[in-house]
């Protein structure tokens, strides 16, 4: 399975491999160390080296305390289409959500939320991006 880079609700970078969520742990001259997303929460051990281009070196430690998902890929690139095209498009809501959904496996679909807070979701970072310092 491929690498998938996206990010998580703080723009803090996310690499998703084998349905598996990892957040940069350190970063060295040749190599980024990345730890499993739920290592505070799950005491996960789980590690995962890349090159400085993200390409897949080697994986350390198992994820013994939980397992991926196969779908955290394609919906966490889903949000991050949708918040892309909320702020780069002033248009009406459902016309945000119409343009997004197409293309979008229907696996994908159902594990997503109700439209009425997804449109919560645009308004609300909407109102992040034109807030005052």
Known sequence: MSVILSST???????????????VD??????ILWKCEHARKFKCRARLHTDLNNIF?????????HTGDPRSGPIRQ????????SQQNQTILHN????????????????????HHLKRNIRRWR?????AP
């Open 78 to 85: 889903y949000y991050d289409r949708l918040r892309r095209e």
């Open 96 to 115: 945000i959500l119409t343009q997004t959904n197409i293309g979008v496996q229907d696996e994908v679909r159902v594990q997503l939320t109700s439209n």
């Open 127 to 131: 109102q992040e991006t034109n807030a």
């Open 57 to 65: 070196i080697q994986t350390v430690g198992d994820h013994e305390n």
């Open 26 to 31: 350190r970063r060295s001259d040749k190599k």
């Open 9 to 23: 609700s703080k723009n803090a970078p996310l690499l998703i491999y084998n349905g598996l969520s990892y957040t």
